[in-house]
């Protein structure tokens, strides 16, 4: 609920509502605030990557006037191509900007979910780089699960976009979010044509396979025919007995207790002293799915000791959690049902908190990646 001032205006980015789901000056809260009609908990991939246009109803109503109108927000800027790749053995979806170019290139992995992600590609197509949303795994053509994924895979996809007429070979970058922010890291550290690399709420450690049946005890990642080293995980404890059926799992208190009992920690370390490029960290410190602030804090020493010569630099957000996502939209949920494996597991971080994490965040990898592609 908003006063109007004496010309029947309300502004959004000056006035605080006076009542509501939020009682703060926030230009986007009406979108941000937005929740479902019916309490439900969704899977993780539940469509979260879809383009299609989102149709928002506004009405306002005093008394028995009212009025309303209809808005549409599309994820793809006018000109911006939607290109569906299929080859090379490669699987996902490219965005490219209108024009001729030559763009910056960047890839764009998912998570523990997999899949394609679009809606990042398509973002970033709209500020012209020319934008993969490359799939490595639950993705048609790729394999079901999160085990043993061929990081030449990846090299293949960096070759594919550098050698597009319409992309700048020599400025190539990397992003991804959770396990893909471990991967972009890993991809970083190896691949010398990488020369930026922004990880979400990511690892500095490499962590083994996952899939229906939680953590096996294989690698995430091969290279050269060979499981990259990771760091053990097991679960501590008897979660049915700690957790009631609908209550979430935090998981990071298990991932902090595996690195501690970890006996070759070094040998599971992705080495991103090597990374030929800049790098940006973003985490929130309190992220219940893994403790990706500390270790974010962990990799920001590492590159220091080591001394790192490019540009890096972290971003970390008090009282956020894991869903750092992208801006505007309604927040993720407090926990997911997972795709993968179908636990209930807690994304931790407050409302007002994360929406500033994301948009912040957001604004900050755009400047980045104009500085340093």
Not at 86 to 115: Q, R
Not at 199 to 221: I, K, N, T
Not at 246 to 274: G, Q, W
Request: proline share 8%; with cysteine.
């Amino acid at each position: 609920t908003y006063e109007a001032g004496e010309d029947g205006c309300v502004d959004l980015g000056q006035q605080v509502p006076l009542s509501g789901s939020y009682d703060w000056v926030d230009p986007m809260g009406l979108l941000w605030t937005l929740k479902p009609r019916k309490e439900k908990r969704l899977p993780l991939g539940s469509n979260p990557f879809s383009t299609k246009p989102v149709v928002i109803h506004f009405t306002a109503e005093q008394g028995e006037a009212t009025a309303s109108t209809t808005i549409e927000r599309a994820w793809l800027r006018e000109g911006v191509q939607r290109i569906p790749v299929n080859e090379d053995g490669l699987h996902g979806v490219l965005f490219m900007p209108p024009g001729e170019g030559p763009f910056p290139g960047i890839m764009i992995l998912t998570g523990s979910g997999g899949g394609a992600n679009e809606r990042t590609a398509a973002l970033l197509a709209n500020h012209g780089y020319a934008a993969l949303g490359l799939a490595y795994f639950a993705y048609p053509g790729r394999p079901k699960f999160l085990l043993e994924i061929e990081l030449e895979y990846f090299e293949k996809g960096f070759e594919w976009l550098a050698a597009k007429p319409e992309v700048d070979g020599g400025k190539l970058a990397v992003t991804g979010g959770s396990r893909g922010g471990e991967l972009s890291l890993l991809l970083g550290s190896i691949f010398p044509q990488i020369k930026t690399v922004v990880a979400y709420v990511p690892s500095g450690y490499r962590w083994g396979g996952f899939s229906d049946e939680g953590s096996p005890l294989v690698p995430a990642w091969t290279y050269k025919g060979e499981g990259l080293p990771f760091v053990l995980h097991e679960e501590q404890g008897d979660w049915e007995t700690k957790y009631g059926p609908d209550e979430s799992i935090p998981l990071t208190p298990e991932f902090l207790t595996a690195v501690e009992k970890a006996e070759s920690l070094e040998e599971a370390t992705i080495k991103v002293e090597n990374t030929n490029g800049a790098i940006l960290l973003i985490s929130g410190d309190e992220d219940a799915m893994w403790p990706s602030a500390i270790f974010s804090r962990q990799v920001m020493q590492r590159l220091e000791e080591k001394g790192f010569g490019h540009p890096y630099k972290h971003l970390e957000y008090a009282c956020a959690g894991h869903g750092i996502l992208m801006p505007y939209i309604p927040l993720a949920p407090a926990d997911i049902v997972h795709p993968v494996d179908g636990g209930l597991y807690a994304l931790g971080g407050t409302p007002q908190p994360m929406a500033h994490a994301i948009e912040d965040s957001w604004q900050g990898m755009l400047v980045f990646l104009e500085e340093n592609l």
